[in-house]
Structures are given as C-alpha cells and as structure tokens.
Nanobody
Framework: QVQLVESGGGLVQPGGSLRLSCVASGFTTDLYVIGWFRQAPGKEREGVSCISVSDGVTAYADSVKGRFTISRDNTKNTVYLQMNSLKPEDSAVYYC??????????????????WGQGTQVTVSS
C-alpha cells in the first residue's frame, strides 16, 4: 500500500525559505511521479510542482517558477520542495501525491491516486 508523509511546514516571514519533504513508501515500481499541491482557505487546490522519480523530469506552476525547486533522493525515497522568496500568497496546506505507472511530469490532479495528510505553510510577518 502506497503511503506518503509530508513534513517541513511552518511559519516563515515573507522572503524566507522552507523545505518540504515527502517520504514515499509501498511502491512496487520505479515508474511514478510525485506532485506537490496546495490549498489555501476558500480556494481550490492547485498544482505547484512535480517530478518524475525515474528520470528527474520536473514541472512547475507559473506562480512558483524561479522560486521553488523540486528534487528527489531515491536512496531515501524522498521528494523535496525547496521554497525560496516566499510570499503571503504561498500560505496554504501543501500536499504531496503520486501518479503511479508513468514518467510524465504533469500537474493534473485527477490522475494522482494517493495523497499525504498535508503540511501547513504560513507566510506572515
């Protein structure tokens, strides 16, 4: 059974940085994509970034390009989201999710099968 556990959220001032981690377990294949999504109060959930674990191909939402970097450490079954130059509008619950059986890095939420419990990121002075 696939399990995803996020960590690393917290309170940070505008302009600051945070690194989120997503530890994944229970896979029987190396062919899958891990995505990061976020949902702010009163807003729809949106895609942030994703990475194909097998070949490292990535994708980003326009709103985070140049500020966020996604990476993976396959020896630790962990995907990271480094978030720099944070803005108040980045405040949200961040979730990682997995699309199994593909190496196509995309942010289509409908395709992601399993989700973590989320970690809160608050950007405020």
């Amino acid at each position: 059974q696939v399990q995803l556990v996020e960590s690393g959220g917290g309170l940070v001032q505008p302009g600051g940085s945070l690194r989120l981690s997503c530890v994944a377990s229970g896979f029987t294949t190396d062919l899958y994509v891990i995505g990061w999504f976020r949902q702010a109060p009163g807003k729809e959930r949106e895609g942030v970034s994703c990475i194909s674990v097998s070949d490292g191909v990535t994708a980003y939402a326009d709103s985070v390009k140049g500020r966020f970097t996604i990476s993976r450490d396959n020896t630790k079954n962990t995907v990271y989201l480094q978030m720099n130059s944070l803005k108040p509008e980045d405040s949200a619950v961040y979730y990682c999710a997995v699309d199994v059986g593909t190496n196509y890095a995309h942010l289509g939420q409908w395709a992601y099968e399993s989700w973590g419990q989320g970690t809160q990121v608050t950007v405020s002075s």
